[in-house]
């Protein structure tokens, strides 16, 4: 029996996807749903900041990050809840995408990830296997993978 959900999003159409399907399969086992994306570990070293700082350039931080992060889980709330959910949570880590993924579905318990095959970074996982290929195999619960 399929009791907790977790969707991993990262605004992708693929993703977008995956959030109507994990939907639509959380109504019909009445399964509580996390909502679930994580922002990748930006780190500028301190010299660049500094010189950043100096010229008065703009540089991306962790606020901005997360802002995104937060426009990302409240447009698939919205899918979520068009599709006629009402337990729903949502959640953002920083961390290596599929490890912390996984990571957050075996501490929420969850009983099937649900991510899109394709994400926002196609090149990266071109070379190095994609996030969704990485979340099936170090999962213990598992994977749907919606294209």
């Known amino acids: 029996m399929i009791k907790r959900i977790l ?3 990262d605004g992708s159409q693929h993703s977008l ?6 939907s639509k399969i959380a109504m019909a086992m ?3 749903v996390m909502l679930f994306h994580v922002v990748k570990p930006y780190r500028l070293p301190d010299s660049l900041k500094r010189f950043a700082k100096a010229e008065h350039m703009a540089t991306i931080d962790a606020d901005l990050l997360n802002q995104g992060a937060k426009y990302l889980l409240a447009g698939a ?3 979520a ?3 006629g ?4 949570d949502i959640e953002t880590k920083e961390g290596p995408i599929a490890r912390t993924i996984v990571d957050r579905a075996k501490s929420f318990k969850a009983d099937m990830i ?3 095959s394709r994400g926002m970074g196609d090149i990266e996982g071109l070379l190095r296997g994609g996030v969704s290929h990485r979340v099936e ?11």
């Open 7 to 9: 969707i991993a999003v």
């Open 17 to 22: 996807q995956s959030v109507e399907l994990g």
């Open 30 to 32: 009445n399964a509580k």
């Open 77 to 79: 709330m919205d899918l």
């Open 81 to 83: 809840h068009g599709a």
């Open 85 to 88: 959910l009402k337990d729903v």
């Open 114 to 116: 649900v991510i899109g």
């Open 137 to 147: 195999t170090l999962a213990q619960c598992p994977v749907l993978v919606v294209k």
